[in-house]
């Protein structure tokens, strides 16, 4: 038996110096028992199938994701509202965490200009043209009067998680792709290590950049490996499959606890992260199942290769994350029980909870060989009337109140400034109106959303 480290050679011996970026306050380095006297008490860790904080109490999640990895790779909505009044709305759910897509691109380009940041005029013009961008720009200071012109990308994240902190929400960086744009598709160039616009090394250097950056903020107390892992149809010679997951997930979570020890690593797991079958209960990689995973015709002749945890120095940093969308292509959700049984499958094994009843009809239920978090950090649904009968998302409701899931929704955003070439988009799957001054679906809001998040007894800031 041996276990994995790094399967890929092109990981070795890499190592970048982080460039301040210009205009950016250093880092504010906090002591562990400072962190742990005031809120939110960290740092954080793991002990069995909870997250705790450094007092031991047990963290809670109910949030929402509020996407930024867009070609302006600003967070959305700030032409229409400013920080404050956002997270007021945020607050007034209830939901006491944010999940921030980025792109790694937002990181590239600070390297590309030698240590100086991207200004919002200069990303807005670049996404939007001079005309819309400067409009846009123009009125995100108009809304935000604490920002200019020159304010660059990673001052907006920063002042986000300041004024986030003073109301008790924490900040959860997800790399959301590669390079900026509307996520996730086979063919967008962002679905697997080495894709056309996911390049290994640049990826590594970005975990490692937003872990330096987090330091400053202690209300960040988590970040992410990666959104959604795919296979990619565009580059056809990758190796999708555990082995090579495990080698670059590994370098990942080596790269943040380098850079930041005090931070959880939440890893995703395969086919747009609905699958973590194969760690959860520490089967041999090169034999596990998994969908659309390139074969290894040899994997029965080979020594087994197993992923190991507790090996690992962030081994109690290391939070599983699931995503489950009804548009699957093989994960059933005809019915709660079979639901039920797929979650069990996938990953929520690792919560120590017992095999549900369908398990009887899957015969594809094993027990996780750890316990270990796992929280389910992407789901979601039109925001109207069909939102309670949605029976997939009701389920899922169900499912974390019963087993005390932490959670984060799909999403924020009513309207984009641009997605998929289209400026001033519209989605009906985002809590905001467009206009971001409101909810799209009030009865939604309060008759769905609220109970819900306080149902999860959510950790408040105390």
């Known amino acids: 038996m041996k276990t994995v480290v790094a399967s890929l050679s092109i990981l070795a011996g890499f190592a970048w110096a982080l460039p301040s970026a210009q205009g950016e306050q250093p880092a504010t380095q906090l002591t562990r028992s400072s962190q742990g006297c005031s809120w939110p008490h960290g740092p954080f860790s793991t002990k069995g199938r909870n997250i705790v904080n450094a007092r031991g109490d047990v963290l809670s999640w109910a949030g929402v994701n509020w996407p930024m990895s867009g070609e302006t790779m600003v967070p959305e909505g700030l032409e229409w509202a400013s920080v404050d009044d956002i997270l007021d709305m945020v607050k007034d759910v209830g939901f006491n965490v944010l999940r921030m897509g980025y792109a790694i691109q937002m990181v590239d380009e600070i390297y590309d200009r030698n240590g100086s940041d991207v200004s919002l005029l200069q990303t807005m013009v670049a996404a939007l043209g001079e005309a819309n961008g400067t409009r846009v720009t123009n009125e995100i200071v108009a809304k935000n009067p604490s920002w200019t012109l020159e304010?660059?990308?990673?001052?907006?994240?920063?002042?986000?998680?300041r004024i986030a902190a003073t109301k008790g929400i924490f900040i959860h960086p997800d790399v959301h792709v590669?390079?900026?744009?509307?996520?996730?598709?086979?063919?967008?160039?962002?679905?697997?290590?080495?894709?056309?616009?996911?390049?290994?090394?640049?990826?590594?250097?970005?975990?490692?950049?937003?872990?330096?950056?987090?330091?400053?903020?202690?209300?960040?107390?988590?970040?992410?490996?990666?959104?959604?892992?795919?296979?990619?149809w565009n580059v056809t010679n990758l190796y999708y499959n555990w082995e090579t997951l495990v080698g670059n997930m590994t370098a990942g979570a080596d790269a943040i606890h380098e850079a930041n020890p005090d931070l959880l690593i939440t890893w995703s797991g395969m086919q747009y992260d609905e699958d973590l079958s194969?760690?959860?209960?520490?089967?041999?990689?090169?034999?596990?199942?998994?969908?659309?995973?390139?074969?290894?015709?040899?994997?029965?002749?080979?020594?087994?290769?197993?992923?190991?945890?507790?090996?690992?120095?962030?081994?109690?940093?290391?939070v599983?994350?699931?995503?489950?969308?009804?548009?699957?292509?093989?994960?059933?959700?005809?019915?709660?029980?079979?639901?039920?049984?797929?979650?069990?499958?996938?990953?929520?094994?690792?919560?120590?909870?017992?095999?549900?009843?369908?398990?009887?009809?899957?015969?594809?239920?094993?027990?996780?060989?750890?316990?270990?978090?796992?929280?389910?950090?992407?789901?979601?649904?039109?925001?109207?009337?069909?939102?309670?009968?949605?029976?997939?998302?009701?389920?899922?409701?169900?499912?974390?109140?019963?087993?005390?899931?932490?959670?984060?929704?799909?999403?924020?955003?009513?309207?984009?400034?641009?997605?998929?070439?289209?400026?001033?988009?519209e989605d009906t799957w985002g809590l905001s109106n467009f206009e971001w001054n409101g909810w799209r679906y009030q009865e939604g809001i309060e008759e769905y959303w609220k109970p819900w998040v306080a149902a999860m007894n959510v950790t408040k800031r105390r």
């Open 178 to 232: 590669g390079k900026a744009q509307w996520c996730c598709s086979h063919i967008d160039g962002n679905s697997w290590f080495e894709d056309l616009t996911f390049k290994t090394a640049n990826w590594l250097r970005g975990l490692r950049y937003v872990a330096t950056w987090a330091k400053g903020h202690p209300n960040v107390v988590s970040m992410s490996l990666r959104n959604e892992l795919r296979e990619s």
């Open 151 to 161: 304010t660059t990308r990673f001052e907006v994240w920063s002042d986000i998680a």
């Open 320 to 425: 599983w994350e699931l995503h489950l969308y009804v548009s699957s292509e093989d994960v059933d959700t005809g019915t709660c029980p079979i639901i039920e049984a797929g979650l069990y499958r996938n990953g929520f094994n690792a919560l120590g909870i017992d095999p549900p009843p369908a398990c009887n009809l899957t015969n594809d239920c094993p027990a996780a060989q750890r316990l270990t978090p796992v929280i389910l950090s992407e789901f979601g649904h039109a925001q109207d009337d069909t939102l309670f009968n949605n029976l997939a998302q009701n389920c899922m409701q169900e499912y974390t109140k019963k087993h005390g899931v932490s959670w984060m929704m799909w999403s924020l955003a009513g309207s984009y400034r641009l997605r998929s070439g289209i400026q001033g988009l």
């Open 278 to 318: 194969a760690l959860t209960t520490k089967k041999n990689l090169l034999t596990a199942p998994c969908y659309k995973c390139t074969a290894i015709r040899d994997a029965y002749r080979r020594d087994p290769v197993y992923f190991d945890l507790d090996s690992h120095p962030w081994a109690n940093k290391l």
